[in-house]
């Protein structure tokens, strides 16, 4: 088989591409702001300034990555367990349940966020949950649902239906299958819809924008944004806030990436 240069080459083209904004990101977040003005912003430098990471932890940064734990937790652990409950109700309603409510969910996909935000507005209000973490985690349960339901859903179809059959045969039931054979093994698919959804609440800015006010009620997004103005000039410390917000994700990825794969491809074949 002959090797494809050309791909190869693109390849490593895009890996570089990607990887330079990272490196400039991580080496400057350990400069200090006269060394970085006044040396080559990509070379790193000696010795490091972890003033910034100071910095940065005495901006109430601590409060915010505990707003940021506290509503992609609060989002991800219900938005999990419904799409799970719903998945295994989809599946076991048969192949003429599966279809139309499988395109009811791909409708649900196509519906913009920006293009809600004011219902949803209105509906918090009325709702009294404005400028509370709450209000923030009920959107993203909302608008998380119809991605992990199909991603769930055609993992499901992968369980062997003779198992289901065994179960019935020993006299359990519909909930006693769901949760002892269903949710073992949708495993990979839970951990893909738990990671994914997670990164996407942690870098939700337009909900935390929209519908809360108080500084203490800030997730990183926002207070990274605000942060921004305040340091504008100093660099540096804006990259070590950067590296600190995003050390949490990176972690919970290099702990789920194993399951990414076969989580997204489960049911491919069918």
């Not at 973490?133 to 993992?155: K, T």
């Amino acid at each position: 088989m002959r090797r494809n240069w050309i791909g190869g080459a693109f390849g490593w083209l895009w890996l570089v591409a990607v990887l330079l904004p990272i490196y400039f990101v991580a080496i400057t977040s350990v400069k200090s702001i006269a060394t970085y003005f006044g040396s080559n912003p990509v070379l790193p430098s000696a010795p490091l300034a972890l003033e910034n990471v100071t910095a940065v932890l005495e901006a109430d940064f601590g409060m915010y990555l505990v707003n940021s734990v506290v509503v992609a937790l609060g989002t991800v652990i219900p938005l999990v367990l419904m799409g799970f409950m719903a998945s295994f109700s989809i599946v076991r309603g048969g192949r003429r349940f599966f279809g139309p409510v499988r395109s009811l969910f791909l409708l649900g996909l196509a519906i913009p966020v920006q293009a809600t935000i004011v219902p949803i507005y209105l509906l918090i209000i009325r709702l009294h949950m404005y400028d509370s973490l709450a209000a923030l985690m009920l959107p993203g349960i909302a608008f998380g649902l119809p991605l992990s339901i199909l991603i769930i859903s055609n993992s499901l179809r992968d369980v062997p239906r003779e198992l289901f059959e065994a179960m019935d045969i020993d006299g359990c039931s519909e909930w006693q299958k769901m949760w002892r054979l269903a949710f073992p093994m949708t495993r990979p698919a839970l951990v893909t819809v738990g990671v994914y959804q997670a990164l996407m609440s942690w870098n939700g800015f337009l909900f935390p924008l929209i519908l809360t006010q108080s500084p203490d009620k800030r997730t990183l997004p926002l207070a990274l944004w605000s942060f921004q103005g305040e340091y504008a000039t100093n660099v540096p410390v804006v990259m070590a806030a950067v590296v600190l917000s995003s050390i949490p994700i990176i972690v919970l990825y290099a702990l789920g990436r194993r399951y990414l794969v076969g989580g997204m491809t489960a049911g491919a074949g069918k």
